[in-house]
């Protein structure tokens, strides 16, 4: 016969408080990789109070108190001047009852540990933990903790820099937008205002919400539908000017629209298939644009069957080669490897005469990536 099911208590009590540990950090983390400011603090202060267990903790940066958690709050005017000595010092201090005057009776809080939070070398803030008195063990508790938050705060300083980074070359995709589609754009439009004054009106509303699109400043990513949308908007405004030289085919699985993309990555290679593979070619050609879903993963594919290129220029151009014009072939190349990581690279197939493929390749969901 078998025996009844009892509820037991999982691992040892050990066991448990290294569980209660390690949920405690990670209820603490999300906050701390915003950086350190009093809203980060606040929503991280008493996740690390818990980790601790003293009978208060604050958390201040180089200036003064950002947040406190705990018993004592009449200390609190004291944090500021306990940075100050500690960020001077930049290394661990601890402080007793002399520097802690205290008048109030039953007071617990005679002593504090203060341990300095560092990123890129740098003093930013202090963990402050009080208590009764200073132990080892304390100062080594407070040591190690304030060394994890400060490898959180690292990780927002990357993220940052990060996004620095992304912000930047999506500025330097921008200026490198060609002023001669623009100036071709309002030429072709110009022309139809006295021969077709309603196509001249709905190219203009194209023009606009494409250059609308494109200098946006909001955003690292966007979906991959808006991103062909104002792919549309291009092959529309230089179909106005190429006429049935152009011949434009698009096929797109409906299920990979929401997928999110750096901003600004298929535009580019669009235009460099107009530019490089159609433009010189004689009688003009045709651009074809496939998005297809394949397992976890969206399969973008631009082809021409324009005059192709010398496959050691591409390989320059992935390479960042300033000197070559390319539209954007290394910048949305080294995007796409940020984000995705390098397997995720552009690949480009071509050669001289035999018209040209860029292959985008991103995963379906990857994190931190939101439209």
């Given at each position: 016969m078998p025996r009844p099911w009892r509820r037991r208590h999982l691992g040892t009590e050990a066991d448990r408080a290294t569980f209660r540990t390690l949920h405690n950090a990670s209820l603490a983390a999300p906050a701390l990789r915003a950086g350190l400011t009093a809203d980060s603090a606040e929503r991280s202060i008493r996740h690390l109070h818990d980790l601790l267990g003293s009978p208060a903790l604050a958390l201040t940066d180089t200036a003064g108190l950002l947040a406190w958690h705990g018993s004592g709050q009449h200390h609190r005017e004291q944090s500021a001047g306990l940075a100050a000595v500690t960020v001077e010092a930049g290394r661990t201090r601890v402080f007793d009852r002399s520097d802690l005057r205290c008048t109030v009776a039953g007071c617990e809080i005679r002593a504090a540990v203060v341990s300095p939070l560092v990123t890129e070398q740098r003093v930013v803030g202090t963990l402050q933990v009080f208590a009764a008195q200073p132990t080892a063990g304390l100062a080594r508790?407070?040591?190690?903790?304030?060394?994890?938050?400060?490898?959180?705060?690292?990780?927002?300083?990357?993220?940052?820099?990060?996004?620095?980074?992304?912000?930047?070359?999506?500025?330097?995709?921008?200026?490198?937008?060609?002023?001669?589609?623009?100036?071709?754009?309002?030429?072709?439009?110009?022309?139809?205002?006295?021969?077709?004054?309603?196509?001249?009106?709905?190219?203009?509303?194209?023009?606009?919400?494409?250059?609308r699109y494109s200098?946006?400043?909001?955003?690292?990513?966007?979906?991959?539908?808006?991103?062909l949308r104002s792919v549309e908007r291009y092959l529309l405004l230089e179909q106005a000017r190429f006429g049935d030289r152009l011949r434009v085919t698009l096929r797109i699985a409906p299920e990979v629209l929401p997928v999110a993309v750096p901003f600004l990555c298929i535009q580019p290679l669009?235009?460099?298939?107009?530019?490089?593979?159609?433009?010189?070619a004689e009688g003009g050609g045709s651009i074809s644009i496939v998005a297809r879903d394949h397992d976890q993963e969206c399969v973008i594919e631009v082809e021409d069957d324009g005059v192709g290129e010398d496959p050691d220029v591409?390989?320059?151009?992935?390479?960042?080669?300033?000197?070559?014009?390319?539209?954007?072939?290394?910048?949305?190349?080294g995007r796409l490897r940020t984000t995705f990581g390098d397997g995720y690279g552009?690949?480009?197939?071509?050669?001289?005469?035999?018209?040209?493929?860029?292959?985008?390749?991103?995963?379906?969901?990857?994190?931190?990536?939101?439209?």
């Open positions: 508790a407070a040591d190690e903790v304030a060394l994890w938050v400060s490898a959180q705060l690292e990780l927002a300083e990357l993220d940052a820099s990060r996004t620095r980074l992304m912000e930047a070359e999506v500025r330097a995709m921008r200026a490198q937008i060609s002023p001669h589609f623009i100036y071709n754009s309002l030429g072709a439009i110009a022309s139809f205002v006295r021969t077709d004054p309603d196509r001249a009106r709905d190219l203009l509303t194209e023009f606009a919400d494409f250059t200098f946006r400043t909001h955003g690292e990513y966007t979906t991959l539908a808006e991103e669009v235009e460099n298939a107009v530019r490089h593979g159609l433009e010189s591409v390989r320059r151009a992935l390479a960042g080669d300033a000197s070559l014009d390319s539209v954007g072939l290394g910048n949305v190349d552009l690949v480009v197939e071509t050669a001289p005469g035999a018209g040209t493929r860029v292959t985008v390749r991103v995963p379906k969901f990857a994190p931190g990536v939101h439209a």
